[in-house]
């Protein structure tokens, strides 16, 4: 008999994760790793969120919370929703988890069934695609280009549609080419589901305030929309906070009830302390992280600047996020070093062996013609990793 089930062998493990353990593997080896491969803020998190967190713990926060949160802090994403969303909820439609990821597991559990297809327009999120195979959902991959700002037409869309298809994910801004869907552009693709009213949306906007002046839209404003869509977000990007393992959504009662059923089989509710952190966190207006968001702006820049003096770098001006997915294709085929460069995995794994950089490959994203890069990083460390990219390639 098999020790380790099917489902756990057939799953990928996520590439940002595992490149990241090789980053730290070589680094435990003594070489200088410089790692651009999470999606980190290198920010602290802000000092009047860790007070809050402080006082829960002074006022003796230590037991189970309500599986879909504590009510205040749902009163808080409430409040949040309807400020810089323009989204009307109510305490039963939302749910807090363990981090975005969870919220997304969450609703692929609660419903996809055995051959429903799920569009993921290309690039996605590197999770996406196993969280949706994982649940027996089957992923439909629409490829985007750098030439359309990685963007999924309407067209596109509405090809990609079959009697089996059951809901399109997506984030805006993206991870991992930061593209931004305009309030305009998510008009376009919401005109063509409105022909298909069994077709569920999940709009991931974890980086919705990490925005570069286009201004953010969610697709869940449309009337046409609401009741078909179920909203991702947290705190872990905007506000420096992946550790504190904070996401929640907005849903259709119905969805957000059944992912509370499940949360409370799998993991109960979130963590006591970063919940009352949280609702500090979001109760702040938005400007009190603007001062993270120039920064990265100034980073998109310094980034952009520097790969466009590198022979075989093609970039897109990214609206939104933390990284730029540049085309590396001009070096497949080629041969570096000695070493043959036949795809987007070879030459991130060649860049983090000979310039010590860590990247991710596009193929994780749907994409094997791009790698992934943050800059989520100190404008030093940005410098000289391409420095030591361009000796790479020369």
Request: aromatic content about 8%; glycine content about 6%.
């Amino acid at each position: 008999m098999q020790l380790l089930s099917d489902r756990i062998l057939n799953m990928a493990t996520s590439a940002t994760l595992a490149m990241a353990a090789k980053a730290r593997e070589l680094r435990g080896e003594g070489k200088d790793i410089i790692g651009l491969s999470l999606g980190e803020p290198d920010f602290n998190t802000p000092d009047f969120i860790k007070d809050a967190a402080i006082q829960a713990v002074n006022d003796n926060y230590n037991s189970y919370t309500p599986v879909d949160g504590y009510v205040e802090l749902k009163e808080a994403i409430i409040t949040k929703f309807k400020r810089d969303n323009n989204l009307t909820y109510t305490l039963p439609q939302i749910v807090v988890s363990t981090g975005a990821k969870q919220a997304l597991a969450n609703i692929a559990g609660v419903m996809l069934n055995k051959g429903d297809e799920v569009i993921l327009p290309c690039p996605y999120w590197v999770s996406y695609s196993d969280i949706v195979k994982l649940n027996d959902g089957v992923p439909v991959e629409v490829a985007t280009s750098i030439d359309t700002d990685f963007k999924m037409t309407p067209a596109q869309l509405e090809a990609a549609i079959t009697p089996n298809t059951k809901m399109m994910w997506f984030s805006s801004p993206c991870n991992p080419s930061g593209s931004v869907y305009t309030r305009e552009e998510l008009r376009a693709l919401a005109d063509v589901l409105a022909k298909h009213p069994n077709i569920y949306i999940v709009s991931d906007e974890i980086y919705e305030h990490i925005n570069y002046g286009q201004g953010h839209a969610s697709i869940a404003e449309f009337d046409d929309m609401y009741d078909r869509t179920i909203t991702v977000n947290g705190v872990s990007k905007a506000f420096a906070m992946t550790g504190w393992r904070i996401g929640f959504i907005g849903a259709p009662e119905k969805i957000a009830r059944a992912c509370n059923k499940l949360q409370g089989q799998i993991t109960s509710g979130a963590n006591c302390i970063a919940q009352r952190a949280v609702i500090t966190a979001l109760e702040a207006e938005p400007s009190s992280v603007k001062y993270m968001i120039d920064e990265f702006k100034i980073r998109r820049d310094l980034i952009l600047g520097l790969l466009n003096d590198i022979e075989g770098f093609k970039s897109n001006t990214p609206d939104g996020a933390f990284y730029v997915f540049p085309d590396v294709t001009h070096y497949f085929g080629k041969t570096l070093r000695g070493k043959t460069i036949n795809n987007a995995t070879d030459f991130s794994l060649y860049l983090l062996e000979e310039a010590l950089v860590a990247t991710v490959t596009g193929e994780a994203f749907g994409n094997p013609n791009c790698i992934r890069i943050s800059y989520a990083a100190s404008q030093e460390q940005i410098i000289e990793a391409i420095k030591r990219i361009k000796e790479a390639v020369s």
